[in-house]
């Protein structure tokens, strides 16, 4: 079973632990003490295998970036999220995709996930603003809603198969290559 651990980005009351529950545990909170960073663990099936899932969801961050640094270098995947509701949250966005740019040498892997749907009459960013900038990050786009849980499913299945992605094209150590062989010479037809 492969691990990966996703951390959820992005500014105050954009819906990171919201998303987070409703993944993990399939239903929506309104109210928490955001008191530091948190995880949440979760063994799903992506495409016929099974995957671990740990998102760290990284609240509290948004003032300290020396805290953001630690739990970008932590991660593996990475979720920068905005409210649809809120125009500052999507113009903060550059922070944190440059802590993840500055602590990952390799280009990372990243969702971009507007959050609250569910507020569409109090939306103040387009769908088409979410993709533009999804387009110039190169990465995926999708709008959720923790609330209603659309979408939030898909998130985190497209992050798994881009993580996946991103292992099988490491190259294989010569170790690895020789135990792969190995391998294949100890084959038993029964």
């Known amino acids: 079973m492969d691990q990966w651990t996703v951390v959820v980005l992005g500014g105050a009351k954009v819906g990171k632990t919201a998303l987070a529950v409703q ?13 530091g960073p ?15 899932v740990e998102v760290v969801d990284a609240h509290g961050q948004e003032e300290d970036l020396d805290d953001l ?11 920068l999220m905005y ?4 125009r500052s949250t999507f113009d903060r966005l550059e922070v944190f995709h440059q802590a993840v740019r500055r602590a990952k040498k390799i280009h990372p892997i990243l969702m971009l996930v507007g959050n609250k749907a569910d507020m569409a009459d109090e939306r ?11 387009r110039q990050l190169g990465c995926e786009f999708v709008e959720t809603s923790a609330k209603t849980a659309q979408n ?18 490491e190259p294989e150590s010569a170790s690895d290559h020789g135990r792969a062989k190995e391998r294949k010479k100890r084959c038993i037809i029964l």
Not at 83 to 86: D, G, I, N, V
Not at 124 to 134: I, N, P, R, Y
Not at 153 to 165: G, K, P
């Open 124 to 134: 103040e960013v387009s769908k088409e603003e979410g993709a533009a900038l999804a």
């Open 23 to 35: 993944f993990t545990l399939n239903c929506f909170v309104d109210r928490y003490d955001p008191v």
């Open 83 to 86: 409210s649809m509701a809120s």
């Open 152 to 169: 939030v499913e898909q998130v985190f299945t497209s992050l798994v198969r881009a993580l996946r992605q991103t292992r099988n094209l």
């Open 38 to 52: 948190e995880g949440y663990r979760r063994s799903f099936v992506v495409d016929n295998d099974m995957c671990f």
């Open 69 to 79: 640094d630690q739990w970008v270098r932590e991660g593996e995947g990475f979720i």
